[in-house]
């Protein structure tokens, strides 16, 4: 029952490096948004972890009272909040929902290799299959078993074992939930076609008990704010709290991919790819799983280095950009981007391979290492930022020709992120696919999207072809068919330099 008063929704998500919020009217009328900014920590080689306390509990109280100051509204009037996070970001936690470690992220930890490979081969390929496919360096249980295997005085103090999104309406709610969309990557503990915990495999990993609850990322309201966590945030005591679900699956649901043949292309500190279907495919060579909208499902896949990429060519060979950029003179990133306007298609005959954090799709490989590959003394600052563009313009290829040799359609892409506000590295990855893509207006991110996912849990949004209908276009990039087939013989040198020197950087690692 909504009360008479609320007439909002709020939406919180937690990226890499910064956590976000909006608060929008049941018409999607954004009100207030607000970001809080946070470190990525590495405390070893291959480590990626975050604080649950420092980072996003203190962002999400921060972030709730900007938001309230500046729709200058009660927080009584906010009928129902939506949650969103990086994923894993596995978790473990005492029975007050206290974290016992800093948080262990997605896919660019890679300090689980060897539990993976230990898992797969106590499976056995064939039973693999059966199970969501082999664990990597992105799924649950091999991120769980490496605690349990090297602090094992923590796995066994913990009551739960969560992640980021089930963390954050943990704390809201004292309820222990994952959802159907985050949940595909529980590999291999959960059974991916009744989405129950198997009891064998939790066996090689830890006790089922340990594990939260499976809900609808959208339609399950799994709680509402206690008072204690209504006297720390701000929020007043019973607003509604639905399950929630991963970024990427918010932010595909804001720019209106609700639809089947609908794709999202995410450019954030990563890539990630979602793509819309009602028919559930096995063995695409892409992840797959129910979707964040109850009878849909995704498939999905993720680059492990994007704008990771250009930040760190920014900070490392651009200072005197960043310098000016602190005096008020210049954007550092516009600028340094405008220099790769007038190379040439190929930059001049440097590749890149963006394998600065290892890959994820398609090889899946974190041990793989980036490369800039033709260097010369005539190439300039400008060249390494267009081989980086391209280079993950290559990389996006070889995922979406995942898609179609699994026969999944590619219509036209949404495409979101920071990197959409560079038309230049939208029209390289556009003619480099032969894909056509279409940038939103409004790419608030996956905050929106949580807030409108809250809406349609509480029934005040009627069906996810209204949001369709909020989505306004920005502009739209169509590939050129002769510089596509200019950029074949690149995408062929990118492909072999990898399968050359695989076993060279594997050998670094």
């Known amino acids: 029952m909504i009360a008479m008063e609320q007439k909002y929704l709020l939406g919180f998500d937690v990226g890499t490096y910064e956590s976000k919020g909006v608060i929008c009217d049941f018409n999607g009328r954004i009100i207030a948004k607000a970001a809080s900014p ?15 306390i420092g980072d996003w509990w203190v962002d999400f109280k921060k972030v709730i009272a900007s938001l309230l100051e500046q729709a200058n509204i009660s927080s009584k009037e906010i009928a129902a909040v939506g949650v969103s996070t990086i994923m894993a970001a596995i978790t473990p936690v005492d029975e007050h929902c206290n974290p016992l470690r800093n948080a262990i992220l997605y896919g660019i930890d890679t300090r689980c290799v060897s539990q993976a490979k230990e898992l797969n081969e106590k499976i056995g390929a064939e039973r693999l ?48 939930y994952v959802d159907k969309y985050s949940v595909k990557s529980a590999v291999p503990m959960i059974d991916p076609k009744t989405l129950t915990w198997n009891d064998e495999m939790c066996e090689l990993v830890c006790p089922k008990e340990k594990l939260p609850q499976v809900a609808d990322s959208t ?8 008072a204690a966590a209504a006297a720390e945030t701000g929020l007043a005591e019973g607003t509604a ?72 060519i920014l900070d490392n060979m651009a200072a005197d950009l960043v310098e000016k950029q602190a005096n008020g003179e210049l954007n550092a990133y516009d600028t340094l981007f405008a220099e790769a306007e007038d190379i040439p298609l190929g930059s001049d005959g440097l590749i890149c391979l963006p394998y600065f954090l290892g890959e994820r799709m398609p090889y899946q490989d974190p041990a793989a290492r980036g490369v800039l590959f033709g260097l010369n003394l005539r190439h300039k600052r ?43 590295w939208m029209q390289i990855v556009s003619d480099i696919c032969n894909i056509k893509q279409v940038i939103p207006e409004v790419t608030v991110g996956a905050s929106y999207g949580d807030a409108l996912m809250a809406g349609l849990g509480i029934g005040v949004i009627s069906s996810p072809t209204e949001i369709k209908k909020m989505v306004k276009i920005k502009y739209v990039t169509e590939p050129d068919p002769e510089r596509h087939a200019q950029y074949a013989p690149y995408k062929e040198i990118y492909k072999e330099l990898y399968q050359r020197n695989k076993d060279l950087m594997h050998k670094l690692k």
């Open 38 to 52: 946070h470190k990525l920590k590495s405390p070893a080689p291959g480590f990626a972890e975050h604080d649950p």
């Open 241 to 312: 709290v639905i399950c929630g679900t991963t970024d990427a699956g918010a932010e595909a649901v804001s720019v209106g991919v609700v639809e089947p043949g609908d794709t999202m292309l995410m450019y954030g500190s990563t890539s990630f790819f979602a793509s819309v279907t009602d028919v559930l495919r096995e063995n695409t060579g892409w992840w797959s799983g129910p979707y964040t909208l109850d009878g849909l499902y995704a498939y999905t896949g993720g680059m492990a280095t994007t704008g990771s990429l250009t930040r760190w």
């Open 382 to 424: 400008g060249n390494v930022v267009r081989a980086a563009f391209e280079g993950i313009g290559y990389g996006i290829d070889q995922n979406f020709d995942l898609m179609r040799k699994a026969g999944l359609p590619i219509h036209t892409v949404t495409a979101v992120g920071g990197g959409t506000k560079t038309p230049l």
């Open 129 to 176: 299959k059966s199970v969501g496919g082999p664990c990597g360096v992105e799924h649950f249980g091999p991120k769980i078993l490496w605690i349990k295997e090297n602090e094992p005085e923590i796995f066994d103090k913990a009551k739960h074992f969560t992640i980021a999104s089930g963390f954050i309406t943990a704390r809201l709610t004292g309820e222990f």
């Open 219 to 226: 339609y399950s309201v799994i709680g509402h704010v206690t």
